[in-house]
């Protein structure tokens, strides 16, 4: 678990002085101004427990962007100030937050990077104020896709289920038929992001691999220490395969806790997190042959914009970023040219400069290696995901395969159509 706790508490404080950045954390100490008329940017997210890597990729990834920004002259000499608090992973804590930097900082933005739970409790927040929100990391669909949901002045992303789900099933499928992995298990965390992406996995696998049979499923609480209850149900059961959505420590804690079981010595793991440098080097001897989506990874998407990316961050920060990081420093791209294509930071005109909006991006598999914010929704899409087996050592994942788009596309619309969300 160290790998996960790299940076300390006095790591995150630390920022270049031409960022002019605020990390006002849950702890008290005030919040110091660097200058009346400076683009001012809210980001509530995750810098304490089990899963601080996640804040602390965030704030990485923001100070690598808006530190670039600020030294080219910012917006007509105008510096972004990014102001981080630590919402404790409380949904009730996170919408607090946002409260006071729309009413007492008068942000001008807020870059959500929240886990799903306290994600839903600032969409209600910003849908009230008014405010441009970004998120950056909620992974649960409906956040974006339900109507009911969606507000004009939010915009994700970050990856989400369904699109993870079809990638996933298609290449489980093919394992299933080379294998004959019919027996599956799954475990998730129980909140909302666990729930909707273990059921929209089993409903794309039985669709690309009708007749698989799911014979057990365990639902550990977030941030739960012990696994023991679950591994011994996968061990009395015996699938020949499992699907896990646990992410960061959890997954680091139940892989390390199953490995002392043989759990994975007949039964194949299918870890849609796993896939991230963080959480493999925390694994006590990774095994061989882990099935995982890329979360990020250098090797993959396999171009010399990717390289490049990963060596200035690592170069910054001593380590390689996560998929937060890459989907955190999409929004900070989009909105810094939404900023300079308006010239303003009137949230309506930079909602109208998102929508829409193709970018060419370093996880980019569109045309010309680019991403887009799709305009119905206001989600990414066409950033890369692939497919492979962990092997123990750098570059962690090999045998990576792509993801085709279309089909993701084709499916989440026959998806979405019978949710009745389309």
């Given amino acids: 678990m160290k790998k996960l706790n ?140 339900d109507p009911s949901i969606r507000t004009w002045n939010a915009f994700r992303f970050s990856r989400q289920g369904i699109h993870d789900a079809v990638g996933s099933a298609e290449y489980a499928a093919k394992l299933v038929k080379e294998k004959g992995l019919k027996k599956w298990m799954s475990i998730g965390p129980d909140y909302a992001y666990g729930r909707d992406s273990t059921k929209t996995f089993f409903d794309m696998l039985q669709k690309f691999a009708p007749g698989v049979e799911i014979v057990g499923q365990g639902w550990p609480k977030l941030f739960q220490p012990d696994y023991t209850e679950v591994i011994t149900q996968i061990v009395r059961e015996k699938p020949d395969a499992i699907y896990s959505c646990l992410w960061g420590g959890d997954l680091v804690s139940f892989v390390n806790q199953a490995i002392l079981y043989d759990t994975f010595k007949n039964s194949e793991l299918f870890a849609i997190n796993l896939a991230d440098y963080t959480t493999m080097s925390a694994i006590k001897n990774l095994p061989k042959g882990l099935h995982s989506a890329t979360r990020y990874v250098a090797a993959w998407p396999n171009t010399q914009d990717n390289r490049d990316y990963d060596k200035a961050y690592t170069d910054l920060y001593g380590d390689h970023p996560t998929n937060w990081s890459w989907e955190t420093s999409i929004a900070i791209d989009y909105l810094i040219n939404a900023l300079k294509e308006t010239g303003s930071t009137d949230n309506k005109k930079l909602a109208e400069a998102l929508k829409g909006k193709t970018r060419k991006s370093f996880m980019g598999v569109g045309e010309g290696n680019s991403v887009t914010i799709r305009n119905n929704d206001q989600t990414l899409v066409d950033y890369s995901i692939g497919w492979g087996t962990t092997i123990p050592n750098d570059p962690f994942v090999k045998d990576i395969q792509s993801v085709d788009w279309n089909t993701i596309k084709e499916l989440e619309k026959e998806w979405l159509i019978n949710k009745g969300w389309l």
């Fill in 6 to 145: 790299k940076y300390s508490r006095r790591d995150i404080l630390k920022t270049s002085a031409s960022t002019a950045s605020v990390f006002a954390l849950s702890t008290g100490f005030p919040t110091i101004l660097k200058a009346e008329n400076n683009i001012k940017i809210g980001v509530p997210t995750i810098l304490s427990g089990r899963v601080a890597q996640l804040g602390i990729s965030v704030s990485n990834a923001l100070n690598m962007a808006v530190d670039n920004f600020n030294k080219s002259g910012g917006l007509d000499g105008r510096n972004i100030e990014l102001i981080i608090r630590d919402s404790r992973a409380k949904p009730d804590e996170a919408a607090r937050v946002c409260r006071n930097f729309i009413n007492s900082d008068k942000v001008d933005a807020i870059i959500n990077a929240e886990a799903s739970g306290a994600s839903f409790a600032v969409q209600e927040v910003i849908r009230e104020s008014g405010t441009l929100c970004l998120h950056t990391v909620s992974e649960t669909t409906s956040l974006t896709a």
